[in-house]
């Protein structure tokens, strides 16, 4: 077995841009999910006698994507050491994820609570808020250990 050296994780890289990526999710897909397709999904909650009212939604919602904005760049992190660093790589790690977060999105439409329309118009603006802040996260990654790897040239 061979056995290859990964870097280690570096928290003053990864939570940068991780909540970087989180706040492009933000800014692109809670305009749209809660100003455009918000009103339409109300209207069949409410159908099915579901009223969504909590002051803590927003919250929520907000928070989670900061979370997924980490795990984003901590699934690029740790897939830069096999595929190489980049826009390439971002996307992929961002694929990854992006995919199964909305293969669970859609449980809702194959159990009938949520139209695939409502779906697809969530899923639009999740996808790019994704793959915009996935990049972007990346890319302040990459800065950010170019940095430190220039400090720690200058020590040797």
Known sequence: MTTTHRSALSLS?????????????????????????????NRVL???GIVPNGPAI???FTTVHFLY?????ATY????????SGAWTALGATGLLLVVHRMF????????????????????????GSLIGGVAGA???ERRAAAAAAVAGVRS
């Open 77 to 84: 992190a740790i897939m830069r050491d096999r595929f190489g």
């Open 46 to 48: 409410a159908a099915q």
């Open 139 to 141: 890319w302040l990654y």
């Open 105 to 128: 999105g859609f449980g809702a439409v194959v159990m009938g609570q949520m139209p695939a329309s409502i779906w697809l118009r969530f899923s639009l603006s999740m996808v790019a």
């Open 58 to 60: 927003g919250a929520y």
């Open 13 to 41: 890289r990864l939570l940068p841009g991780g909540l970087l990526a989180g706040l492009f999710v933000n800014l692109i897909d809670i305009p749209n999910s809660a100003l455009l397709v918000a009103p339409d999904w």
């Open 69 to 73: 904005g980490v795990l984003l760049v």
